[in-house]
């Protein structure tokens, strides 16, 4: 707002700044209406088995269908989610619908939802979702796999070493994500949970550029070996990428070259067909 004195203009504000905290006030409202009206959908991408180009996996990936502006990505809604706490109620709808779709495919495929840092400040419901989420749709909980960042762990509270404890006790699978973007630790591997951990895109990006890349995810595809973790390999665009990880051990992984984040009935048609080789990936579609 120009505020007048004497005269003078003062600008208290830029026009950018205050059109820009008119556009966040906007979101946070918008953000609460579409979850009453059901706006947010999931697309959900494959994760492989490299050698044999099974699907071991489907990651639940967020989208806001927007009325005006069309699909959104998790980075254009997520953080104001957090900051309004919605993110609690989004992610309650997220892990029935991501076990309901976990009905529609082979018993040998599982679900994973990512988790938001802030649904662990409720434990009591975030445990009450999940809880919820397996007895309404029946899924076996080992098919539930929970995918956690390394913010979360950062502070190392009692009550979050509690609340992956009780997550894990119930059968779920937990997934450290991101592996190596933050202060990735090692003793987070040793201290909570987690039976898979998956490598950060910036190191499949990073391959051919930075040695120290490669001799990182040798080094951890040992030691989750070792320790019987899983290791999935994100963001893998060319077929170079995908030689070079499977040469350094990891044995799944994750990206465009293989799938996109589909939306449902994409995915389903995708893993439903050829009905004697299910799930194979089709490179062609
Ligand atoms: P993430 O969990 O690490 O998910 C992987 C992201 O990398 C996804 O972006 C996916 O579309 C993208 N990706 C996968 N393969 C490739 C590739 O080969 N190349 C490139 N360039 N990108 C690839 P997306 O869907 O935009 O999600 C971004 C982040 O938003 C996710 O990172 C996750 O942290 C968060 N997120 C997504 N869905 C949810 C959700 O339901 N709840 C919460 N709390 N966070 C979510
Ligand atoms: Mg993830
Ligand atoms: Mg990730
Ligand atoms: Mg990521």
């Known amino acids: 707002e120009a505020k007048r004195a004497g005269g003078r203009t003062y600008r208290i504000f830029a026009p950018q700044m205050e059109s820009d905290i008119h556009a966040q006030r906007t979101l946070r409202n918008e953000v609460q209406l579409a979850v009453d009206r059901h706006e947010f959908v999931l697309h959900y991408q494959p994760i492989y088995e490299l050698a044999s180009k099974k699907v071991v996996a489907v990651e639940a990936l967020l989208r806001w269908n927007h009325p005006t502006r069309g699909l959104l990505p998790p980075g254009a809604f997520i953080p104001v989610s957090e900051e309004t706490m919605a993110i609690v109620e ?28 802030v649904q662990f400040n409720q434990p009591e419901l975030l445990i009450g979702a999940v809880r919820s989420a397996l007895q309404r749709t029946g899924l076996a909980a080992r098919r539930l796999h929970l995918e956690i960042t390394e913010t979360l762990l950062l502070a190392n509270t009692p009550s979050t070493h509690k609340t992956l404890d009780i997550l894990a006790g119930m059968g779920t699978k937990l997934v450290l994500d991101d592996f190596g973007t933050g202060y990735s630790s090692l003793s987070y591997i040793q201290d909570f949970p987690f039976s898979t951990i998956k490598i950060d895109k910036k190191f499949t990006d990073s391959l051919y550029v930075n040695t120290a890349s490669s001799a990182i ?26 030689s070079f990880v499977r040469m350094l051990g990891p044995t799944q992984g994750q990206g465009y070259l293989f799938s ?12 439903s067909k050829p009905a004697s080789d299910a799930r194979r990936m089709s490179l062609a579609s």
């Not at 309650?92 to 994973?112: G, N, R, S």
């Not at 951890?220 to 893998?236: N, P």
């Not at 996109?260 to 893993?271: I, S, V």
């Open 217 to 242: 995810i040798k080094a951890i595809t040992q030691i989750a070996k070792d320790l019987s973790l899983e290791i999935v390999v994100e963001g893998i665009e060319t077929a170079e990428q995908e």
């Open 90 to 117: 989004i992610g309650e709808q997220i892990l029935e619908a991501a076990c309901q779709i976990a009905l529609k495919l082979p018993d040998d495929i599982a679900v994973a939802v990512n988790l938001s840092p």
């Open 260 to 271: 996109r984040p589909l939306p449902e009935a994409e995915l389903l048609l995708k893993l």
